[in-house]
């Protein structure tokens, strides 16, 4: 399509946003009592906060995150699964699946998250990956494309075992990866849900931070003799979700409170790019106009300090030049985001 004379069309700025920066410990929460703690944006992954946040943990029924994940990669929440007898009688918690009984994908994520439902994440492990060791693979895969490196699930529902473990660090990415679906987010954040089926039918959050934390909006609890009290816990305010993960720690939703309102306090959202307005001119070739704007698809903000913000720097990488035609929504370059001198 070529550039008209009356019509201005804005090229779009491929946005990449790798905030790598680490901070100190927040002065006021110096005690936490978690083994392992981080708060990390859940937009840019910058890193908030952190305690040991590599070290590799059991991390029980926090790995149904990652069960949730895959499962709505790779399924649709309308299809009706059929509960194989592997799935009946799971130690631990339960939706009470029978054998046989027949019941929307839907259903089970919301019993897998909610109740925490054991039965439910052997179920979709079987019905997704055709067995429940296939299904790990795909867990451990996704794992690996996301970059939680020092992740290995055994599972799909955190039973525990020697050797499934993951970090801090990892369930934060694999729990911001999962908060990119809307119907995740929908169901971390639900406080009831009656599934379409008879008996066992309303599914109540345990995660409290759902009803006891402003902006609360999930994410999953676990718990096991050998991994303690482990919570992955998101809140959203003023437009800035941020990622809680606390594991091995007693004092489990107290602490992560205190580190998200830290959080919350010391760092507030700095518009760096906005949508559609213009970054620069470039010219084009052989086309009716010799010029355009390019512009970002997206509002793009990371998370500051009043002190950070005069240290920020936007870097466009295009070229000076494009060929007509050219399209709207065409991608053309990059804009690097810098704190000081880091990406």
Known sequence: MTLKKENRIRILVWIFVIVLTTTNSFAAVTDVSAASAIVMDAKTGRILYQKNIHQKMPIASTTK????LVALEKSDPNEIVKIPRQAVGIEGSSIYLGYDEKIKMEDLLYGLMLC????????IAAHVGGSVEKFVELMNQRAREL???????????GLHHDQHYSTAYDLALISRQALQWEEFKEISKTKLWVA???GYKHFYN???T???YEGGDGVKIGYTRAAGRCLVASATR???QLICVVLNDGNWFQDAYRLLDAAFEKYKPYPVL???IGLKTIFVKNGEKTATKIVSAEDVQIPLTEEEVSKVNVLLETDEMVEAPVSRGERIGKAKIYLDDTL
Request: cysteine-free.
């Open 65 to 68: 995150i990652m069960t949730a």
């Open 116 to 123: 925490s439902g054991n039965d439910a994440a052997v179920a």
């Open 147 to 157: 970059g939680a490196l020092n992740t290995n699930f055994m599972n799909p529902h």
């Open 196 to 198: 379409e089926r008879e």
């Open 206 to 208: 345990k995660n409290r």
């Open 210 to 212: 759902v009803s006891e």
């Open 238 to 240: 003023n437009g800035m």
């Open 274 to 276: 906005k949508k559609d």
